[in-house]
């Protein structure tokens, strides 16, 4: 099985910075795209930004200039810096990779558990 596991949540307050890491364990043999969506309450989850291997990186309009992704492929982590926070970014952020086990030959789509960030004064 495959798990992503994220960390780095909190409360913040607004201009503030987080660092957020999302690690993918089990029987991996390849790591594709990795992302991290969000999703605020009464809202649909939204990318947020994205990097694949070899082709760069997308980031959502909102948080262009001021989060920064990045990725270790040695640690198969992913990791979303995120700096002069707004109240509006305040949302339950969602690691996504899309990962092909070990013995496979295709790709799944795998989620993280979610991690609150709250950008509050």
């Known amino acids: 099985q495959v798990q992503l596991v994220e960390s780095g949540g909190g409360l913040v307050q607004p201009g503030g910075s987080l660092r957020l890491s999302c690690a993918a364990s089990?029987?991996?043999?390849?790591?594709?795209?990795m992302g991290w969506y969000r999703q605020a309450p009464g809202k649909q989850r939204e990318l947020v930004a994205r990097?694949?291997?070899?082709?760069?990186?997308y980031y959502a309009d909102s948080v262009k200039g001021r989060f920064t992704i990045s990725r270790d492929n040695a640690k198969n982590t992913v990791y979303l810096q995120m700096n002069s926070l707004k109240p509006e970014d305040t949302a339950v952020y969602y690691c996504?990779?899309?990962?092909?086990?070990?013995?496979?030959?295709?790709?799944?789509?795998?989620w993280g558990q979610g991690t609150q960030v709250t950008v509050s004064s």
């Open positions: 089990g029987s991996i043999f390849s790591i594709n795209a």
């Open positions: 990097i694949r291997s070899g082709e760069g990186w």
């Open positions: 996504n990779a899309d990962i092909r086990r070990v013995g496979v030959s295709y790709e799944n789509d795998y």
